[in-house]
């Protein structure tokens, strides 16, 4: 492409040099150019938009049930965590990992100890599914020494609103599969 010219590395923002330019003179466009872009960015966020690739109207579900057990007094910590690897490219891979491959949050009060799963609405009975299937050992022993197993579903209400939708995993679940406590 010899018409153009590539800025501001990782951005992709490519512009087309104007051959009546000469020199010094290429160099003020490109930069003319890239701070162009910098301030629509930046008037972007003062609006409100984000300039990510995420839909307005997408839930934050672990923000959203992280909240919800404030407000009900409990004392709450974020358990899932941030892996990297390296690959052979020489980049790093990131990958989101719960604790025990299925607790989210980890909700304390004096009287309980909640282990929470946020998600959408439309995917708590995968997740409950996963629980029971692949965690078993893990979440039986979570529930046989009296705690409580919940995955929480949200999803907007025609006004805008979040809603929550929670699931208990209990003893009878696993009674289910033979494990008795």
Same mark, same amino acid.
């Given at each position: 492409?010899?018409? +153009?010219a #590539? !800025?501001?590395g990782a951005s992709g923002i490519t512009a087309r040099r104007n051959p009546s330019y000469a020199g010094s003179h290429d160099t003020q466009y490109l930069a003319a150019c890239v701070f162009g872009a910098r301030r629509l960015m930046v008037a972007? !966020? @003062?609006r409100g938009h984000s300039m990510r690739s995420t839909r307005r109207d &997408? !839930? =934050?579900c672990k923000q959203l049930t992280i909240d919800y057990y404030r407000r &009900? +007094?409990?004392i709450v910590g974020d358990v899932e965590f941030t892996a990297r690897y390296p690959r052979a490219n020489g980049r790093w891979r990131t @990958? *989101? +990992?719960d604790l025990w491959g299925f @607790? =989210?949050?980890i909700a304390v009060r004096p009287d309980e100890i909640l282990f929470v799963q946020a998600t959408s609405w439309a995917h708590v009975a995968d997740h +409950? #599914? *996963?629980i029971l299937d692949d965690c078993t050992a893990t979440a039986f022993a979570l529930v046989s020494g009296g705690h409580r197993l919940i995955v929480v579903g949200w999803k907007l209400d025609d006004g805008g609103r979040p809603i929550a939708r929670e699931c208990t995993i209990d003893a009878a679940d696993f009674a289910e599969k033979g494990l008795t406590a």
């Open positions: 492409m010899p018409n +153009r #590539r !800025l501001g972007a !966020l @003062v &997408q !839930l =934050d &009900q +007094r409990y @990958v *989101k +990992r @607790v =989210d949050i +409950r #599914r *996963k």
